[in-house]
């Protein structure tokens, strides 16, 4: 991923990378020193009372000598399209979200809520990898994406790129038909509190959407509960819990399918699922 970074400064425009941020000069250049090798994302951005604005981003890839890079403000990627939903799904409310992930952190650029019309946009967006994903404000966690089509392909189960001043015109279908897994979780003879659940898709590609790997925790009976489950074919694990969250890990189903439960979520299914505890490293 590239990485980028920007920073409030005290006023007038502001020029960030992951090397940290500087203010232009008056004749609008910039010098960043001791950059190492590497691909960066330079974001140029107005700073007006505190509040901040994007005005454009540039791509440099630093390899063993010096770069030189131009922005041209208002040259960001875009995307916009038109949401739709299966009779009886109104999409009046709903946010069409674009999520990007890094090392540890993850952004999110949100459409406004979208009208019964159904068109939303994504504008000023910086180069990088994005996922779909649609947010409610009732918490709904039922409603996904089940098509994003833009440009003849569908972006709905896997990441896409979008360059510097990109624009993408997406068709985007959501739906409701999500299952739900439930059951007890054992150690040993006895119910596992506390344990955490987590249902991972078989699918290397949909690892990579946030979407699809969901989780849960057992109560003090050893009971959990995953709704909004998007139909497909999965892994089930339980394990303690632990700080640092590894099942979040793109291969930790690779490396401990031997303690894995298979199950198919069908549209609109409930299933009752008996998990034991395992301690996967």
């Known amino acids: 991923m590239p990485r980028s970074v920007a920073k409030e400064s005290a006023a007038g425009y502001t020029f960030g990378t992951g090397g940290g941020t500087i203010q232009l000069e008056s004749d609008?250049?910039?010098?960043?020193?001791s950059l190492s090798p590497g691909d960066?994302?330079?974001s140029?951005?107005?700073?007006?009372?505190?509040?901040?604005?994007?005005l454009g981003f540039?791509?440099?890839?630093?390899?063993?000598?010096?770069?030189?890079?131009n922005i041209e403000v208002g040259r960001a990627a875009e995307v916009h399209g038109t949401v739709q939903g299966p009779q009886g799904l109104s999409v009046t409310g709903k946010q069409i979200t674009l999520e990007t992930f890094g090392s540890g952190f993850s952004l999110l650029h949100e459409a406004p809520a979208l009208d019964a019309a159904g068109p939303f946009a994504i504008k000023t967006l910086p180069p990088g990898e994005y996922t779909f994903t649609v947010s409610d404000r009732t918490g709904d966690?039922?409603?996904?994406?089940?098509?994003?089509?833009?440009?003849?392909?569908?972006?709905?189960?896997?990441e896409f790129s979008l360059a510097v001043g990109a624009t993408l015109d997406c068709d985007v279908v959501l739906a409701n038909d999500t299952g739900i897994v439930h059951g007890e979780v054992a150690s040993g003879e006895n119910p596992a509190s506390s344990a955490v659940v987590v249902l991972v898709p078989e699918s290397s590609q949909?690892?990579?959407?946030?979407r699809y790997t969901l989780t849960a925790k057992t109560d003090t009976s050893?009971?959990?509960?995953?709704?909004?489950?998007?139909?497909g074919d999965y892994l089930l694990f339980a394990v303690s819990p632990s700080p640092e969250q590894a099942y979040y890990a793109l291969d930790f189903a690779d490396r401990h399918g031997d303690v894995a439960e298979h199950v198919a979520i069908d549209s609109g299914a409930t299933q009752a699922v008996r998990l034991k505890l395992s301690n996967p490293e």
Request: with cysteine; hydrophobic share 35%; charged share 20%.
């Open 28 to 33: 609008s250049s910039f010098k960043f020193s």
């Open 40 to 42: 960066y994302t330079l």
């Open 44 to 54: 140029v951005k107005s700073v007006n009372q505190g509040v901040q604005a994007d």
């Open 58 to 69: 540039a791509s440099v890839r630093i390899v063993d000598s010096n770069v030189n890079a």
């Open 141 to 158: 966690q039922s409603v996904y994406i089940k098509k994003a089509v833009c440009s003849g392909r569908d972006y709905a189960g896997q």
């Open 206 to 210: 949909l690892r990579k959407v946030p």
């Open 222 to 231: 050893g009971q959990y509960r995953i709704g909004g489950i998007i139909p």
